[in-house]
């Protein structure tokens, strides 16, 4: 008898334990919890620690509040311009209010991931579309970022989710789209290339026709100058000349009339026709030259 009321004791003891372990609950640095009666929540802000439900008829919930990434599909959205652009996103977020994501997904990661991939792709489309494709491509990407972010944290707010961040990873045009870019690019910068090279040919020419100005008129300096000192070295040969004649007249008209003589008759077959009287021979007749 007394070992069957120990028996009972000892599954007692164990009854109650089991019942006061159910009865406590551990909540986490990184987690957040609510405590739920009936599927009806009753409680929702834990600090971390040890806290305490009733058995059987409460329940708790856990969730992760570190941060979490979000990669999106790339989605289509139209720019002030009426073009497509091809976009690829990723979200920075986290739970704020677990009660509120409990009741807006259900505890369902993949509704979380829907809803807040909704409202942050309606806030890419609200921005792409005030802005052009060179706006959004790079001429305003950090605001943009900066508005994305705010807006999408405005509406996620509902969920119980704050978005952190918003990165656009990627842009990229539809090839129907890139193809017609492309061309308007490769015309804008073979008009360039044509411009430069106008603007080139313009600059050769005008170097060209500086260069033969100047050559002309270093040609004609060049003469000019040639020509004074030709004349200054003829003049100069002549008054040496003169008065080297001046000095013996008989033998200068003797020695030219040799030079005379000697390239008259340079040849064999050279002929000359003159009157025997002619003054050209007068050294033939006498070594005077006297007629």
């Given at each position: 008898m007394?070992?069957g009321?120990?028996?009972?004791f000892?599954?007692?003891?164990i009854?109650l334990?089991?019942?006061?372990?159910?009865?406590?609950?551990?909540?986490n640095q990184?987690?957040?919890a609510?405590k739920?009666?009936?599927?009806k929540?009753?409680?929702?802000?834990?600090e971390?620690?040890?806290?305490?439900?009733?058995?059987?008829i409460?329940?708790?919930?856990?969730?992760d509040?570190?941060?979490?990434?979000?990669?999106?599909?790339?989605?289509?959205?139209?720019?002030i311009?009426k073009?497509?652009?091809i976009?690829?996103?990723?979200?920075k977020?986290?739970?704020?209010?677990?009660?509120q994501y409990?009741?807006s997904t259900?505890d369902n990661?993949?509704n979380?991931?829907r809803?807040l991939?909704?409202r942050?792709?309606?806030?890419l489309?609200d921005?792409?579309?005030?802005?052009?494709?060179?706006e959004v491509i790079?001429?305003?990407?950090?605001?943009?970022?900066?508005?994305?972010t705010?807006d999408a944290?405005e509406k996620?707010?509902e969920?119980?989710?704050?978005?952190?961040?918003?990165?656009?990873k990627?842009?990229?045009?539809?090839?129907?789209v890139s193809?017609?870019v492309?061309d308007?690019m490769?015309?804008?910068?073979e008009r360039?290339?044509a411009?430069?090279?106008?603007?080139?040919?313009?600059?050769?020419e005008t170097?060209?026709?500086n260069?033969d100005?100047?050559r002309?008129?270093i040609?004609a300096?060049a003469?000019?100058?040639s020509e004074?000192?030709?004349?200054?070295g003829?003049a100069?040969?002549?008054?040496?000349?003169a008065n080297a004649f001046?000095?013996?007249k008989?033998?200068y008209a003797f020695?030219r009339?040799?030079n005379?003589?000697?390239?008259?008759?340079?040849s064999s077959?050279?002929?000359?026709?003159?009157?025997?009287?002619?003054?050209f021979?007068?050294?033939f007749?006498?070594?005077?030259?006297t007629?």
């Open positions: 007394n070992n009321k120990i028996s009972i000892f599954v007692g003891v009854l334990a089991g019942l006061l372990l159910s009865s406590l609950f551990v909540v990184w987690e957040m609510i739920l009666q009936f599927g929540i009753v409680d929702s802000d834990y971390p620690g040890l806290h305490f439900k009733i058995p059987l409460q329940n708790v919930r856990k969730f509040g570190r941060i979490q990434t979000m990669d999106s599909n790339p989605e289509r959205f139209l720019t311009e073009k497509d652009v976009v690829n996103s990723y979200a977020w986290r739970i704020t209010n677990a009660a409990f009741r259900g990661v993949a979380a991931t809803l991939s909704e942050i792709n309606t806030s489309r921005e792409f579309g005030k802005r052009t494709i060179q790079s001429g305003e990407r950090a605001e943009i970022m900066a508005l994305l705010k944290d996620a707010a969920l119980g989710i704050e978005v952190l961040d918003v990165r656009v990627q842009i990229d045009l539809p090839m129907e193809q017609s492309y308007r490769r015309a804008e910068r360039v290339a411009e430069l090279r106008a603007q080139g040919a313009e600059a050769a170097i060209r026709a260069a100005a100047q002309v008129v040609m300096n003469y000019k100058l004074e000192t030709r004349g200054e003829d100069l040969s002549a008054e040496i000349y001046q000095q013996n008989e033998f020695y009339s040799l005379a003589y000697g390239k008259t008759f340079n077959g050279n002929m000359m026709v003159l009157d025997p009287d002619s003054e021979f007068r050294y007749k006498n070594a005077e030259g007629p």
